[in-house]
């Protein structure tokens, strides 16, 4: 069970390089990496492309080898049968064999996790119909879109029910709904107590459902803690769109495609009360109010950015 | 809460299981069963345009047909099913599975073996048919047969080594190269007396013994002649074989357990 104070997944010190062209030079791709993550939260590995979390989750499914640092989920070594047996995986972009059907794929994996033949027909439907692919069951895995083999791959990740599912950017390729669906699903995994870590580089998805998230870049981590402690919720400014008349002398931008409309940027809630008053008095009508909050994507740029201005520091000294 | 008891023999079987369905869902493997049969067809007719006993020319089409397009099939169809597990990244969830990766080896080679044999079974059918119906009895070649499903057992073994090691097209030249080796490594014997003695005999003698000696899995022309094979010798040679299959199993389990996959 995913309970205790034991971590789900607890990372100390962890190191990668590669060997470059013809094994000439080693590049890091992971730099003292650690974190630990709990029983029952959502975490986001986030980071532009290249930052090192696909190296970061390989290494924790043992598909890689660090070399130097510790893994381990609930207490034990990942490289451990017992430790995969506990945990379910998505790859980025997966491929699956387009000689199966979806029934045929997943019921290769419930055999691979031990589960009877007598559970497995009815796991296989009820999972198919919980990723939205029920009545595609005898579908051959060649004609799948990728949206399609994206749910049949989180299927695969959570047909035996592991205590703690890795997702390797579990929306990419996704239509605005799908992502809406995996988000739910993975909020689904949080209410049964699963533990999910996944890695994005769309802030929004990771920013609408995670407990904590850490953002990597170079292979280092810049941050790590609470999505509430790291980004404010405080509002920076207003935004205010105004339709008709502008108060004498107040500076506005125009929203794209609308020409009868302001947009006017107030830096606190006085100037926007004084603003209003002066629209009303004017003949104006305020058409929104939009307060603006710091958003992971602020955070996102403000450590990204901090660290290339830093490295240009260093390359030109 | 789910029951799950994964184990080793569960693992081993439902990864063989897939690699049987992989393969006889691949069309190179008809293709070849098609041609072979063929060949085993025709035979008929090649026997009418040589001189010599017809029965003999069959025997030995037939046979060399089941060996050569068995060699072909293990070697296509056995060097490409690590590779695409690797390339198409179908390996990352499976390994992320409680399995250890020396039963994914170990599961392909058996789903693909069971391939072999299901071939090898097909084309001695249609052999032996052909010899039934003309009133021969076919089976004297069944040790023959038996040997060459050990042969490539031997076969598979290799191609799954080094499609642990490299791409397919140098795991299949490599394959194929351990199988000429493997067929003329009695000539080594010969060679080792015509060079000097120091480290160029000790060279034939060190290739002697690690390459497999396939020559003593050919029973192709005793049977085809009519020699009677003993009992004894077809249980030591298959010993052999499947021993020495089972080592280059063991090596190509170590070869992948040692892989990175980047």
Request: hydrophobic share 50%; proline share 4%; glycine share 10%.
């Given at each position: 069970?995913?309970?205790?104070?034991?971590?789900?997944?607890?990372?100390?010190?962890?190191?990668?390089?590669?060997?470059?062209?013809?094994?000439?030079?080693?590049?890091?791709?992971?730099?003292?990496?650690?974190?630990?993550?709990?029983?029952?939260?959502?975490?986001?590995?986030?980071?532009?492309?290249?930052?090192?979390?696909?190296?970061?989750?390989?290494?924790?499914?043992?598909?890689?080898?660090?070399?130097?640092?510790?893994?381990r989920?609930f207490?034990?070594?990942?490289?451990?049968?017992?430790?995969?047996?506990?945990?379910?995986?998505?790859?980025?972009?997966?491929?699956f064999?387009?000689?199966?059907?979806?029934?045929?794929f997943?019921?290769?994996y419930?055999?691979?996790?031990?589960?009877?033949?007598?559970?497995?027909?009815d796991?296989v439907?009820?999972?198919?119909?919980?990723?939205?692919?029920?009545?595609r069951?005898?579908?051959?895995?060649?004609?799948?879109?990728?949206?399609?083999?994206?749910?049949?791959?989180?299927?695969?990740?959570?047909?035996?029910?592991?205590?703690?599912?890795?997702?390797?950017?579990?929306?990419?390729?996704?239509?605005?709904?799908?992502?809406?669906?995996?988000?739910?699903?993975?909020?689904?995994?949080?209410?049964?107590?699963?533990?999910?870590?996944?890695s994005?580089?769309?802030l929004?998805?990771?920013?609408?459902?995670?407990?904590?998230?850490?953002?990597?870049?170079?292979?280092?981590?810049?941050?790590?803690?609470?999505?509430?402690?790291?980004?404010?919720?405080?509002?920076?400014?207003?935004?205010?769109?105004?339709?008709?008349t502008?108060?004498?002398?107040?500076?506005?931008?125009?929203?794209?495609?609308?020409?009868?409309?302001?947009?006017?940027?107030?830096?606190?809630?006085?100037?926007?009360?004084?603003?209003?008053?002066?629209?009303?008095?004017?003949?104006?009508?305020?058409?929104s109010?939009?307060?603006?909050?710091?958003?992971?994507?602020?955070?996102?740029?403000?450590?990204?950015?901090?660290?290339?201005?830093?490295?240009?520091?260093?390359?030109?000294? | 809460?789910?029951?799950?008891?994964?184990?080793?023999?569960?693992?081993?079987?439902?990864?063989?299981?897939?690699?049987?369905?992989?393969?006889?869902?691949d069309?190179?493997?008809?293709?070849?069963?098609?041609?072979?049969?063929?060949?085993i067809?025709?035979?008929r007719?090649?026997s009418?345009?040589?001189?010599?006993?017809?029965?003999?020319?069959?025997?030995?089409?037939?046979?060399?047909?089941?060996?050569?397009?068995?060699?072909?099939?293990?070697v296509?169809?056995?060097?490409?099913?690590?590779?695409?597990?690797?390339?198409?990244?179908?390996?990352?969830?499976?390994?992320a599975?409680?399995?250890?990766?020396?039963?994914?080896?170990?599961?392909?080679?058996?789903?693909?073996?069971?391939?072999?044999?299901?071939?090898?079974?097909?084309?001695?059918?249609?052999?032996?048919?052909?010899?039934?119906?003309?009133?021969?009895?076919?089976?004297?070649?069944?040790?023959?047969?038996?040997?060459?499903?050990?042969?490539?057992?031997i076969?598979?073994?290799?191609?799954?080594?080094?499609?642990?090691?490299?791409?397919?097209?140098l795991?299949?030249?490599?394959?194929?190269?351990?199988?000429?080796?493997?067929?003329?490594?009695w000539?080594?014997?010969?060679?080792?007396?015509?060079?000097?003695?120091?480290f160029?005999?000790?060279?034939?003698?060190?290739?002697?013994?690690?390459?497999?000696?396939?020559?003593?899995?050919?029973?192709?022309?005793?049977?085809?002649?009519?020699?009677?094979?003993?009992?004894?010798?077809?249980?030591l040679?298959?010993?052999?074989?499947?021993?020495y299959?089972?080592?280059?199993?063991?090596?190509?389990?170590?070869?992948?357990?040692r892989?990175?996959?980047?």
């Open positions: 069970m995913a309970s205790g104070n034991v971590p789900a997944l607890e990372i100390e010190g962890l190191h990668k390089a590669f060997s470059g062209h013809l094994g000439i030079g080693r590049h890091p791709a992971v730099v003292d990496v650690g974190m630990s993550i709990r029983p029952g939260e959502i975490f986001g590995l986030l980071g532009p492309n290249g930052a090192g979390k696909t190296t970061t989750i390989k290494m924790i499914l043992g598909l890689l080898r660090p070399d130097a640092g510790a893994i989920v207490g034990l070594p990942c490289a451990s049968r017992e430790a995969r047996a506990r945990l379910g995986y998505l790859p980025e972009n997966p491929y064999y387009d000689h199966l059907t979806a029934r045929e997943l019921d290769f419930a055999r691979l996790q031990g589960i009877a033949r007598s559970f497995r027909r796991l439907d009820q999972t198919l119909e919980r990723v939205g692919l029920g009545g069951g005898d579908a051959a895995l060649r004609t799948f879109s990728k949206g399609m083999t994206q749910r049949l791959g989180l299927a695969q990740a959570i047909q035996h029910e592991p205590d703690l599912v890795i997702l390797d950017e579990p929306m990419s390729g996704l239509d605005p709904l799908g992502r809406r669906e995996v988000r739910d699903l993975i909020l689904g995994l949080r209410e049964a107590g699963k533990t999910v870590f996944f994005s580089h769309i929004q998805d990771a920013e609408m459902i995670c407990d904590r998230i850490a953002i990597l870049k170079s292979g280092s981590l810049l941050s790590a803690g609470r999505l509430d402690e790291l980004v404010s919720n405080q509002v920076r400014w207003f935004e205010v769109t105004i339709r008709g502008l108060p004498a002398g107040v500076d506005a931008g125009r929203p794209a495609g609308r020409e009868d409309e302001h947009l006017v940027r107030v830096p606190d809630i006085e100037a926007l009360r004084a603003l209003l008053d002066r629209v009303r008095e004017g003949g104006g009508q305020v058409v109010v939009w307060p603006r909050r710091d958003t992971l994507e602020d955070l996102f740029m403000q450590r990204i950015g901090a660290e290339k201005a830093a490295h240009r520091e260093s390359s030109r000294a | 809460m789910l029951e799950r008891h994964p184990s080793a023999a569960a693992a081993i079987v439902a990864i063989g299981l897939n690699t049987f369905r992989e393969a006889i869902r069309r190179v493997l008809y293709l070849l069963l098609v041609f072979a049969l063929i060949i067809g025709v035979s007719l090649l009418l345009l040589t001189v010599g006993d017809e029965e003999k020319i069959i025997k030995d089409v037939g046979l060399s047909a089941i060996s050569l397009f068995g060699v072909l099939t293990a296509f169809v056995g060097v490409s099913l690590v590779f695409k597990e690797i390339e198409r990244r179908t390996v990352y969830t499976l390994l599975q409680p399995v250890h990766r020396s039963h994914f080896v170990f599961g392909k080679f058996l789903g693909l073996f069971a391939v072999l044999l299901l071939n090898v079974g097909l084309m001695s059918a249609a052999l032996f048919a052909l010899l039934f119906f003309r009133g021969a009895a076919p089976w004297p070649l069944l040790p023959a047969v038996l040997l060459i499903a050990v042969e490539l057992a076969v598979t073994a290799f191609a799954l080594l080094f499609s642990s090691l490299t791409n397919p097209v795991s299949s030249v490599w394959t194929f190269a351990v199988y000429v080796a493997g067929h003329l490594s000539s080594l014997l010969t060679l080792r007396e015509k060079v000097p003695e120091g160029a005999r000790w060279v034939c003698d060190a290739l002697y013994w690690v390459l497999p000696n396939l020559k003593r899995l050919d029973l192709k022309a005793q049977v085809v002649h009519g020699a009677e094979m003993p009992d004894a010798y077809v249980a040679a298959a010993t052999y074989g499947l021993g299959a089972a080592v280059i199993v063991a090596l190509a389990c170590w070869a992948f357990s892989k990175e996959f980047l």
